[in-house]
């Protein structure tokens, strides 16, 4: 299965700062997946970032407070803007080799706003 | 909305028992399921599948069982060891579409020495 890594693996922000995430796939995938996890919580699908288009937001995450990057096959970055302590959550990139294969995670970047 | 959802949310369990995770789904037209296991610090991790048009599949100390006429899921742990500790997930979607996985709440496994 492919390697996911993702950078930074934790932070700590200032409110009304900014952070971009980086997730780099070791091989080429068809689709990439952002998900959040609140302390304790399951998994919650924030948008689905294809290459070559615009990412696909699920309902209650807009773009502009996640806008999301999908330059190539094996890249895409997540910005959280304008944060505030409700952002305080892991961030968790996921990735789909092809429609038959099961989705990979990477390990995540833990992230609390002050 | 469709949903999934699990039964229990803390399970403990004596080492070297056999555990079981139990998982209620609603969506019928689900025909893909997954089992993940998340260990502290860490992103979920692929345990097993099992496509809809199966009943059991079984891997190493682990199995899931279906049962589409109650939508209901499980994962049976054989031989439960302390790395078993951790939070248990199953989602859904279909298996040949390119829709994102939809999880449950998590069960978290706690495994006494």
């Known amino acids: 299965s492919a390697v996911i890594s993702q950078k930074p693996s934790r932070d700590i922000c200032q409110r009304g700062t900014s952070l971009t995430i980086q997730c780099q796939v070791d091989?080429?995938?068809?689709?990439m997946f952002w998900y959040r996890q609140q302390p304790g919580q399951s998994l919650t699908l924030i948008a689905t970032a294809n290459q070559g288009s615009e990412a696909t937001y699920e309902s209650g995450f807009v773009i502009d407070k996640f806008p999301i990057s999908r330059p190539n096959l094996t890249f895409s970055t997540l910005t959280v803007s304008n944060m505030s302590p409700e952002d305080s959550s892991i961030y968790l990139c996921?990735?789909?080799?092809?429609?038959?294969?099961?989705?990979?995670f990477g390990d995540g970047t833990r992230l609390s706003i002050l | 909305g469709e949903s999934v959802g699990l039964h229990l949310p803390t399970l403990s369990v004596q080492e070297g028992d056999n555990s079981i995770i139990n998982c209620a789904y609603s969506?019928?037209?689900?025909?893909?399921f997954i089992w993940y296991k998340q260990e502290s610090g860490k992103g979920p991790q692929f345990i097993i599948d099992?496509?809809?048009?199966?009943d059991k599949r079984q891997g190493q100390r682990v199995t899931v069982l279906l049962n589409k006429t109650v939508k209901h899921l499980s994962l049976q742990i054989a031989a439960t060891q302390p790395g078993d500790s951790a939070v248990y997930f199953c989602?859904?979607?279909?298996?040949?579409?390119?829709?994102?996985?939809?999880f449950g709440k998590g069960t978290r496994l706690s495994v006494i020495a």
């Open positions: 099992i496509r809809s048009n199966m």
């Open positions: 969506n019928s037209a689900s025909d893909y």
């Open positions: 989602a859904e979607n279909s298996y040949s579409g390119n829709t994102p996985l939809v």
């Open positions: 996921s990735v789909k080799e092809g429609g038959n294969q099961p989705q990979h």
């Open positions: 091989s080429q995938v068809t689709m």
